[in-house]
């Protein structure tokens, strides 16, 4: 071997030895961070807490813990896929870094949730304007389909000592916070206190009613009758759920649908609600009855879940209900958050045979290119419109667009809360199909419904 070799040879070993020991730190930094983002990981974070909560015990410092989720990440991931969510997470991690001070421990939690450790001397005070630029930090605007999607983030936060002295205390108690910060309209920060225990308290015992009405069938389908503008003749009816709650009395949708929608419960209740509705119908057939449509009115969640098609065909199957006779009541907002699933999803229950309905037209996004891209069969005008006529000619003039409009792509067009003759008037001279409000009838429950159709019970005069 020559000395030219030898010395070759020296430094193929020392880099080996480099190569060896930067292994060793990746193994070290994998064991501690979080592969996607680099931040650490919740074991290291968990450590990390522990020490600082150690110190603060020990000389009476304090700390806090911000618990960060980000609004409407999902739309993201749903829509673009997880490979740009991860794209954007990894962003969101690298921004979050950049407004903290130097050697900040922030994790990911998971997801999209980031964690953050706050110990250094008079936090309390910087609190408000790290968590204001936190929130300035992690704003953005996503393009997706044609449209610009504000990702934001919702922040928690607890402190030690006040909210708690371990781990498992601080970080329940961000939760909370961080979902009240959700509930007060996301891109915000919410300090806990401890009256939101309270409040979680009420709203975990309501939730546990809800699901036992639900297996009990102890909620009520109100049927209100929507019939055509010419004829007053009934063609179908809308269903609408109603709670009697046994300490808190009669409760309406928007008591505890949003409940139902944040538990998952929305899940097995509409698919109890489409049973009953598609039970009704047959038996008010089998008593000799004409054929009616019934609408079941879908939310936001349930439009969302992948069992929502096989849900509706197997309702349709085993209560025998024919599907041309049942509509589904969505909203322009539902179709939005995902308009590629929207899709899929709306082609799917086209192909069951059922109709769809767009609820609540003009309020939301009201873009006309969903009428031509989405199967819609109806479309009902909202009620804040049918308000101001007479006398608004902004509403009377909208009203009358949609009727043209829906006229001419051959879509059926329904006006909701018709409550005045003049309103009715308005509309039979516009030519509007169906009309559904109090003017005719309120929500009735099941037997009144089939009294009213059996014209044992007098309904209001119209003309
Ligand atoms: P929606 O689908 O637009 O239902 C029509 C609402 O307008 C009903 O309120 C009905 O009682 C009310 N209404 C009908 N005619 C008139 C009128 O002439 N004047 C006025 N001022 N109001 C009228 P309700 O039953 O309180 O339902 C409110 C909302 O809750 C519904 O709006 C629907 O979005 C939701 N909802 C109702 N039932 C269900 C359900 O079974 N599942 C889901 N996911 N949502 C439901
Ligand atoms: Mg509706
Ligand atoms: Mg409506």
């Not at 292994?23 to 930094?29: E, P, T």
């Amino acid at each position: 071997m020559d000395a030219w070799s030898a010395r070759e040879l020296r430094q193929q070993y020392k880099r080996l030895l480099a190569a060896h020991r930067e292994a060793g730190n990746q193994m070290k930094h994998l064991a501690c961070h979080d592969p996607l983002t680099g931040l650490l990981n919740r074991a290291m974070f968990s450590r990390q807490l522990g020490r600082a909560l150690a110190r603060a015990r020990h000389d009476g410092s304090g700390l806090a813990v911000l618990l960060i989720d980000l609004d409407r990440f999902k739309l993201i991931n749903d829509a673009l896929g997880h490979h740009a969510g991860d794209r954007l997470l990894q962003e969101m991690a690298r921004r979050l870094q950049a407004v903290l001070p130097e050697r900040t421990a922030v994790a990911r939690m998971g997801g999209d949730e980031f964690v953050v450790l706050l110990d250094e001397p008079a936090i309390a005070s910087r609190l408000p304007q790290l968590a204001r630029q936190i929130l300035q930090a992690l704003a953005i605007e996503y393009p997706l389909e044609g449209q610009l999607l504000h990702i934001t983030a919702s922040i928690g936060v607890s402190t030690c000592p006040q909210d708690g002295h371990d781990e498992y205390a601080l970080l329940k108690r961000a939760d909370i916070a961080m979902y009240r910060a959700k509930a007060a309209g996301k891109n915000t920060c919410a300090h806990y206190s401890s009256g939101m225990d309270g409040a979680s308290a009420v709203q975990l015992a309501l939730e546990s009613d809800l699901r036992r009405a639900i297996e009990r069938n102890a909620l009520t389908l109100y049927y209100q009758p929507k019939v055509r503008t010419q004829t007053s003749r009934i063609t179908g009816s809308e269903v609408l759920v109603r709670w009697e709650h046994e300490e808190l009395g009669l409760l309406r949708p928007e008591d505890f649908i949003p409940l139902a929608e944040e538990t998952g419960l929305i899940v097995p209740l509409t698919k109890w609600i489409l049973r009953q509705a598609c039970r009704q119908n047959r038996e008010w057939r089998s008593q000799g009855l004409p054929a009616l449509q019934v609408a079941v009115n879908l939310s936001a969640r349930q439009f969302a879940d992948g069992n929502l098609l096989a849900d509706i065909r197997s309702v349709l199957a085993e209560t025998g209900m024919e599907p041309s006779l049942l509509e589904l009541e969505i909203t322009e907002s539902m179709m939005m958050r995902d308009t590629r699933h929207s899709r899929r999803m709306l082609e799917g229950l086209k192909a069951l045979g059922v109709h769809i309905a767009l609820d609540d037209f003009g309020v939301a996004y009201s873009s006309l290119s969903h009428l031509k891209r989405f199967p819609i069969d109806i479309i009902k005008i909202d009620r804040s419109f049918i308000r101001g006529i007479p006398g608004s000619r902004a509403d009377e003039a909208i009203t009358e667009a949609i009727i043209t409009l829906s006229r001419n792509l051959n879509i059926k067009v329904v006006a909701e809360g018709v409550e005045k003759k003049e309103q009715l008037q308005f509309l039979r001279s516009r030519r509007c199909d169906e009309i559904q409000g109090y003017l005719f009838s309120q929500p009735l429950d099941a037997q009144s419904f089939s009294a009213l159709l059996q014209g044992k019970q007098q309904a209001q005069v119209m003309d």
